[in-house]
């Protein structure tokens, strides 16, 4: 799985990053917290114009993570033949 | 395919044109298609093809519900443009990587390569009118 080394230093940091910075964006590399920002664009251009274009983890520092809905994609509705 | 459908173009996110023009490489050029607006989807996907095209990296997983129960897909940033049209371009803070290989949208004869969630409509009103076959995305 991509950044699977991020996420695993995301989940160590978790709970330091929503005692001081809830409701941010994390930007990770390896194992190296990059900085907090307010948005996820910031974070990528601080992101790009430190290590360039790399995979790099941006997440939202909240409790919960918030499970996605495509249903057109994941159901294969746009492939269904009358 | 019919449906709410506009042209787009998808593009590299504008700090990753900045570095590659600074680093003296070729900003890889935008790539053209159709985009579905969905109000089903909770985010914006676009085609892996397209991600692989523009060569941008994964900035993230995300748990996307299926029949089977949530699975983790990645998400790219990216740029989308609607030629022909007022729209403003839209910077994407998370893009769903997503496989729309071989849709094409009948009506325009050009490939579908975007999907577009209420992550974007959020800011648009869209109106669908059904017996016109019409619809409007305003800002």
């Given at each position: 799985m991509p950044l699977e080394t991020e996420l695993e230093h995301f989940k160590t940091i978790k709970p330091e990053l929503l005692r001081h910075h809830k409701e941010k964006y994390a930007l990770i590399v390896g194992t190296e917290l990059l900085g907090v920002f307010d948005n996820p664009?910031?974070?990528?251009?601080a992101g790009v114009q430190q290590r360039g274009n790399v995979p790099m983890l941006i997440k939202l520092i909240t409790e919960e993570e918030r499970t996605e809905s495509v249903p057109a994609m994941t159901l294969g509705l746009l492939r269904a033949r009358p | 395919m019919a449906g709410p459908c506009l042209p787009v173009q998808v593009e590299v996110p504008p700090a990753l044109a900045a570095q590659l023009q600074q680093t003296g490489q070729a900003v890889p050029a935008p790539v053209a298609g159709f985009a579905l607006v969905d109000t089903g989807a909770s985010v914006s996907a676009v085609d892996d093809t397209v991600i692989q095209q523009l060569?941008?990296?994964?900035?993230?997983?995300?748990?996307?519900?299926?029949?089977?129960?949530?699975?983790?897909q990645a998400i790219y940033p990216g740029r989308f443009?609607?030629?022909?049209?007022?729209?403003?371009?839209?910077?994407?803070?998370?893009?769903?990587?997503?496989n729309l290989a071989g849709q094409i949208v009948a009506i325009h004869q050009g490939p579908l390569i975007a999907l577009l969630g209420r992550d974007l409509l959020q800011s648009f009103v869209l109106v669908y009118n059904g017996p016109g076959g019409t619809f409007s995305l305003s800002f």
């Open positions: 664009q910031t974070a990528y251009a | 060569g941008v990296q994964p900035i993230g997983m995300v748990p996307v519900g299926t029949a089977g129960g949530p699975q983790q443009t609607f030629p022909g049209t007022t729209l403003p371009a839209i910077d994407f803070g998370s893009l769903l990587g997503c």
